[in-house]
């Protein structure tokens, strides 16, 4: 009897296993589709003419801060030549303990005014308004410590224009990230309420003032699998989801939201450790809820780099945090799930999420553990185990391959030792650092340490990263 | 006075370095390319240049920021300053800090290098009556 | 067995795939490279001497058909093309010409495949700006594909061919509202000769549709001919849809000249806050002083934006400022915030603090610092 259960449970572990690879599978090849269309206009290039001064709505670029003081400047100061008509960048200082607010005042001449700070949106009490008189548009907020949610909505409280660019601190913007964001704006101004990006990490790369010299991949391996599964996520699987128009989350560290959709809604949840997924949901039901029209996409093209954990142990943290984050979302979003009232969200992404990453651990960790061991019991005979390697590797091996394929049109990682890794790393990324991550989001998910606030990344700035590469 | 004048062209865009240095090498001129803000500023501090070509919107510093700091360590030298940016304060502030020329992009080329041509004869004409003046002796013409 | 037979069968497909998977990646990785390699070298090639034939128009320096064909060197004359203006131009079109560039990238465009091959020679076209190429662009402006028919408007707009304005200004009817905003903008390349047939199409449909009549207030704005600015009048005075009142008052602020500004005051009474916002900003570019009186009132509106236009536009209005020095002592916060953040932006705070630092601040100025640093005292440094 006990036999006959767990085999029902091995097969049914691979048949969760083989779903979700064909689901990852349908993804790429839609988003295939979707960036090959995108990419023979990216031919040329260049700043699209038709964001001539006129016609390009402005943008706040909101940062929120906290703790940055090694890398603040330089990366405000590298933003602030992003390539685009009229923009103004809101800096929060989130009650850092360290010299970011000394550190901006200085370098941007900025001075204390008394304006009048309409909270739109409740935050936490504010100390401080700062204004830089000098060439660059900057104005900085100085606020009691509450957490990202709460830094972002106060910056879009203190937003002078409709659309916001939600970003962090430690983020290289590429040159022609927010034109091509907001082309996608643009192009349906009335429908796009939100528009998520390209998100790479910076790892490995060489970075000098502030700019991306050359991507390359780098040599330990916790950046490297990070930069696989960016490229996963990125490349085959958010343009397949924005082209259903049920994309579940754009990312921290790009987003551009129209402000008022924003307000509508009230802001990003403070104190959720998954502000960014949040939003996202609930402006999908706000708008379906009120049957008003909407978009939410997605622009391959709007590219930047980001620091990820070099080492396991900042990592932990991460996947720990992103995974609770995870768990409030799909608490609160619960009615949504397999609901035919919100359409592709319900029935398909947000199923998807539930299913392939919340429930995912559980499942993978039965297939990893459980199987084997059944196995070697007897209960589980010889071909579903190798069925069960086969889909779970070789079906993994696939869509990783895919994705570097669709990565191609990007033109970074030129080099053979850059492809070499990434291949490598998707070999042998099923022996060990899937594990962990299934590890350590069990942990996430029965408890444990409550991971707080920032989650403190330890970083070097972006600065002064890898002249050297990692 | 025929040595040979050294121009340096500051500009982020290949096309522009690449363009401006043939057409100055051959006319006689002696080029170094800075790609952005910092590497201009610092061969503006360790080498010295008859004329700087300069454009605003860089990585690293600005066109003006360059200027400023030069201005601010006593470097002295005629600049030309490329923009296609359409900002009058920006205008005000360079010609304060006495950017020569402004010239928009995108910029004609034989008015550019006629512009250029004017400033060096300036260069080239302070330098000849420096000679006189040593020459003469000090007690002036 | 049967199931064993199935999983084998599974496995062997699984490996078969990734296998063929990983040589396409590494064989597409493999001449991506090479060819954007060769690419970058050939190019900067060019591009030196392409600058030896713009520095020297009459030079001999030999051009190969090779190098003509070559997708490099195109990219080095589309580069260039951009990059200078005046009569540069005119040896880079008979380099076009010479070679019959334009010509090859039209044949592409006749192609009916693939996609991408004609959209890169639409684009191509459009960036040479070489008039051989008119007829081609002017016959795909009806093709399937939209970016192709924008970037066939494009290039007519760049080189100013009057005959397609008529044929732009046709299709706005039949254009989703996107590609009617891009045909608007690529509309103003063609300077004042688009202006009448714009105001044609405005006045016909501006009671029906808002956004292309919008769109296309606001290229009249963009081009800037002063022509345009009684029938804007009229049709800001007749106009119901907001979309299309905001567009015109701020054509207006471009446009209207003194003439626009008593309409564009009628606007300051209107119950919509953007009207209100927008025609401030207006009165501010047409920066006439008459005005100062209603932009002084606009600082106690009771909507954000429209004491901040109204007070940024008060600093663009000669003997403005004086209004907004008036404003700190109002008895209105708000009116008060405005003016200040005004005067700041202009540059008057640092004025005044150095004034104060020299010892020669007057009145004015201690009341602008006192507003903006409440830890400022009256009673010295």
Redesign the interface.
């Known amino acids: 009897m006990m036999l006959e259960i767990i085999r029902w449970v091995g097969y049914g572990t691979i048949a969760y296993f083989a779903v979700m690879q064909a689901y990852l599978i349908f993804l790429a090849v839609v988003s295939g589709t979707v960036l090959r269309r995108n990419?023979?206009?990216s031919?040329?290039g260049?700043v699209s003419?038709?964001l001539?001064s006129?016609?390009a709505p402005p943008v706040s670029i909101v940062i929120p801060a906290y703790n940055e003081a090694m890398g603040i400047v330089e990366s405000v100061r590298s933003m602030s030549i992003v390539g685009y008509p009229r923009f103004e960048m809101v800096v929060v200082n989130d009650g850092s303990t360290d010299e970011t607010l000394e550190r901006l005042i200085e370098a941007f001449e900025l001075?204390?005014?008394?304006?009048?700070y309409?909270p739109d949106l409740e935050t936490a009490p504010i100390r401080g308004i700062y204004?830089g008189?000098g060439t660059v548009d900057i104005t900085v907020i100085d606020k009691e410590n509450a957490g990202r949610a709460d830094a972002l909505n106060a910056g879009i409280n203190v937003a002078r224009y409709p659309y916001a660019l939600c970003t962090d601190a430690d983020v290289i913007l590429d040159a022609g990230c927010l034109v091509n964001a907001m082309q996608r704006i643009?192009?349906?101004r009335e429908h796009v309420v939100a528009v998520g990006g390209n998100i790479r990490p910076l790892n490995g790369s060489t970075v000098e003032l502030g700019h991306l010299v050359k991507a390359s991949v780098p040599k330990k391996l916790v950046p490297r699998m990070q930069v696989l599964e960016y490229v996963r996520t990125f490349l085959a699987s958010r343009p397949a989801w924005a082209r259903m128009g049920a994309l579940p989350l754009i990312s921290g560290a790009f987003g551009v939201w129209k402000r008022s959709a924003v307000l509508a809604v009230g802001g990003f949840t403070s104190g959720h450790m998954g502000e960014d997924m949040d939003l996202t949901m609930r402006m999908h039901r706000y708008h379906i809820d009120n049957e008003i029209p909407y978009r939410i996409v997605y622009e391959g093209a709007a590219v930047i780099w980001t620091e990820v954990p070099e080492n396991l142990r900042v990592l932990r943290r991460q996947r720990i945090r992103w995974h609770r984050g995870l768990m409030m979302a799909v608490r609160d979003f619960m009615p949504m799930t397999f609901n035919p009232r919100y359409g592709s969200v319900g029935m398909v992404t947000w199923a998807g999420m539930f299913l392939f990453e919340y429930l995912a651990p559980i499942i993978e960790f039965i297939g990893w553990f459980v199987v084997p061991i059944a196995w070697a019991v007897g209960a589980l005979?010889t071909?579903?185990m190798?069925?069960l390697l086969?889909?779970a590797f070789?079906?993994g091996?696939?869509n990783s391959?895919?994705a570097?394929?669709l990565d191609?049109s990007y033109?970074y990682f030129?080099s053979a030792a850059d492809?070499s890794r990434l291949?490598t790393m998707a070999m042998i990324e099923n022996f060990g650092f899937r594990q962990i991550t299934v590890f350590w989001r069990i942990r996430a998910l029965f408890g444990g340490r409550k991971v707080q606030g920032w989650g403190n990344m330890e970083r070097r700035g972006v600065a002064n990263l890898g002249a050297r590469g990692a | 006075m025929s040595r040979t004048l050294r121009i340096l062209v500051a500009d982020d865009?290949?096309?522009?370095t690449?363009?401006l240095?043939?057409?100055l090498e051959?006319?006689g001129y002696e080029v170094v390319t800075a790609r952005n803000g910092i590497e201009a500023h610092e061969f503006g501090m360790n080498e010295e240049f008859d004329l700087v070509i300069l454009d605003q919107l860089m990585p690293g510093l600005s066109g003006l920021e360059v200027i400023r700091k030069w201005h601010d360590e006593g470097i002295d030298v005629p600049v030309i300053m490329l923009s296609g940016v359409d900002d009058e304060k920006t205008v005000v502030d360079s010609l304060d800090l006495g950017a020569v020329d402004f010239v928009r992009?995108?910029?004609?080329?034989?008015?550019l290098?006629a512009r250029i041509r004017q400033r060096l004869r300036t260069v080239e004409s302070d330098g000849t009556e420096q000679q006189a003046d040593d020459k003469n002796g000090s007690a002036g013409r | 067995?049967e199931?064993?037979q199935?999983?084998?069968l599974?496995?062997l497909i699984?490996?078969t795939?990734?296998a063929v998977?990983?040589a396409?990646?590494?064989i597409?990785?493999g001449i991506?490279?090479r060819r954007?390699l060769g690419h970058e070298k050939r190019r900067?090639g060019y591009?030196?001497l392409?600058?030896?034939h713009?520095?020297?128009p009459d030079s001999t320096e030999p051009i190969g058909r090779k190098t003509a064909e070559d997708p490099a060197f195109l990219d080095a004359v589309?580069?260039?093309r951009?990059?200078?203006?005046?009569?540069?131009i005119d040896t880079l079109a008979r380099i076009i010409g010479r070679y019959g560039m334009a010509g090859a990238q039209a044949r592409r465009l006749r192609s009916r495949f693939p996609?991408?091959r004609r959209?890169?020679a639409a684009?191509a076209l459009a960036?040479m700006g070489d008039e051989s190429s008119a007829e081609s662009l002017m016959e795909f402006l009806g093709d399937r594909e939209p970016?192709v028919r924008i970037q066939c408007a494009?290039g007519l707009g760049r080189m100013r061919w009057t005959p397609a304005i008529d044929a732009i200004v046709d299709r706005f009817n039949v254009e989703t509202?996107?590609v009617r905003?891009?045909f608007t903008?690529t509309l103003v390349g063609f300077g004042p000769k688009a202006t009448w047939p714009l105001i044609a199409y405005i006045r016909v449909n501006h009671r029906f549709e808002s956004a292309g009549p919008s769109a296309a207030i606001?290229a009249l704005?963009?081009i800037g001919d002063t022509q345009a600015g009684p029938p804007l009048i009229e049709i800001l005075e007749e106009a119901k849809d907001p979309e299309i009142q905001i567009a015109a008052i701020e054509a207006l602020g471009a446009v209207g000249g003194p003439l626009a500004l008593k309409t564009l005051i009628r606007e300051f009474d209107s119950d919509d806050w953007r009207l209100r916002a927008k025609a401030a900003t207006a009165i501010g570019d047409i920066g006439d002083p008459l005005a100062i009186p209603t932009l002084a009132a606009g600082l106690e509106d009771t909507d954000?934006w429209v004491r901040r236009n109204s007070a940024a536009a008060l600093t663009r209005l000669p003997g403005g400022q004086w209004a907004l020095y008036d404003a700190l002592a109002s008895k209105d916060?708000?009116a008060q915030?405005a003016a200040?953040?005004a005067l700041?932006d202009a540059?008057e705070?640092?004025a005044a603090r150095s004034r104060e630092k020299s010892g020669t601040a007057t009145a004015r100025d201690q009341a602008l610092l006192s507003?903006?640093?409440?830890e400022y005292s009256m009673t010295g440094s």
């Open positions: 990419h023979h206009m031919r040329f260049r003419e038709m001539s006129n016609m001075e204390r005014v008394q304006i009048p309409r204004r008189r643009v192009e349906d005979d071909t579903a190798v069925m086969a889909i070789g079906m091996l696939m391959l895919v570097l394929m191609e033109g030129n492809t291949v | 865009a290949e096309t522009i690449t363009l240095m043939t057409s051959l006319k992009k995108p910029f004609r080329l034989p008015e290098m | 067995m199931a064993n199935t999983a084998v599974i496995v699984v490996i795939i990734d998977l990983l396409s990646l590494i597409l990785k991506h490279r954007m900067a591009m030196t392409l600058a030896h713009l520095t020297y589309i580069d260039l951009n990059a200078v203006a005046g009569p540069e996609l991408g959209l890169r684009v960036e970016e494009r509202p996107w905003s891009r903008s606001r704005g963009v954000w916060r708000y915030d200040a953040e700041a540059g705070l640092i507003h903006m640093t409440p």
